[in-house]
């Protein structure tokens, strides 16, 4: 099936966001819901063309998300929480798998790290069967990093996120690693190629694909992740750089919703090394894969089985 994907993402964008909203408003209502259901479904089918079929009900794990917010504290506004929630039901994305990261490359003291982590704990609780967590750790901490990351995976975090403090290569990170293997569990990493100089003066330690690819030969048994693919500089350059890496996964989140993003990953890495993800841009994100030239089991293992399979490892 042949289309502009831009249009696509365009439609999905637009489509999935208002018609879902809408859907979602009308659900408690027993009375009217089948009829208001009906009439939305037909709109779905004349305003966004080519979905697969039942994709609100395909299984999503969203691996890469954020909870930015203070909902640790006393009287925490929830709502930016309670939207994102909603916009996951609205998407028919089961899991969020979400983290609280400081960013700008801030050296953060352990004392900060600690109070985001709660509130990523705070929303896990309130979430149970939605948010799961990974753990912010600032690897210049030193030993109190990796204190941090058994306490968040005593709360029952699943993994642990990095940010550009330090580029994956420095040595600082490399006891992080080390946990994350003892322990079991994926690392997920801040990434970019960046291409221009004001970016690349602002974010002097933001690794690239060869920074990944580095770690994981060092590093063979770590579960990588390659965090947002779209999310910014030269994406193309990101999945080539990856080629010669087949421990590294690759996650598609990102706001550059760029045509052949999704195949190209496939082509250059295989489709069971891709992972779903959003990063905030949730639409956009599941329109990408949709709107994809891809098999249904591609599909399915891209959206949810191959983030399963990595999970299961700590168990295994």
């Given at each position: ?148 990351i058994d306490r968040c995976l005593d709360a ?148 949810w089985r191959n983030l399963q399979k990595i ?6």
């Amino acid at each position: 099936m042949k289309q502009n994907r831009r249009e696509m993402l365009s439609a999905v964008g637009s489509g999935l966001g208002a018609i879902g909203v809408s859907m979602l408003s009308v659900a408690g209502k027993a009375d009217e819901k089948k009829d208001i259901a009906g009439s939305s479904a037909s709109v779905i089918k004349s305003k966004v063309t080519g979905l697969p079929e039942n994709w609100r009900a395909m299984r999503k794990f969203d691996v890469h998300n954020h909870v930015m917010q203070d909902v640790h504290l006393p009287d925490a506004d929830w709502s930016k929480v309670e939207s994102l929630v909603e916009a996951a039901q609205i998407l028919g994305i089961e899991k969020l798998f979400c983290s609280r990261p400081i960013t700008g490359g801030v050296m953060a003291e352990i004392a900060d790290v600690r109070s985001v982590n709660d509130s990523v704990i705070a929303a896990m609780k309130r979430y149970p069967d939605q948010i799961f967590g990974f753990c912010f750790v600032q690897p210049g901490n030193g030993p109190a990093a990796l204190e941090e990351i058994d306490r968040c995976l005593d709360a029952g975090m699943l993994g642990v996120k990095l940010y550009n403090q330090y580029r994956y290569t420095d040595p600082m990170v490399f006891p992080v690693a080390e946990r994350c293997i003892e322990r079991r569990i994926p690392f997920l990493g801040h990434s970019a190629h960046l291409t221009d100089a004001r970016t690349l003066a602002a974010q002097p330690k933001t690794s690239d694909s060869l920074d990944f690819c580095e770690l994981s030969l060092r590093f063979p048994e770590l579960m990588l992740i390659l965090g947002h693919v779209n999310g910014g500089g030269d994406w193309e350059w990101a999945i080539k750089g990856l080629r010669d890496c087949p421990n590294v996964f690759l996650d598609t989140s990102g706001s550059v919703l760029e045509n052949d993003t999704i195949e190209m990953c496939v082509r250059e890495l295989g489709h069971e090394r891709i992972l779903f993800a959003t990063d905030m841009t949730m639409e956009g994100c599941v329109g990408k894969i949709l709107s994809a030239e891809l098999t249904d089991d591609q599909r399915e293992d891209i959206f949810w089985r191959n983030l399963q399979k990595i999970l299961d490892r700590r168990t295994a």
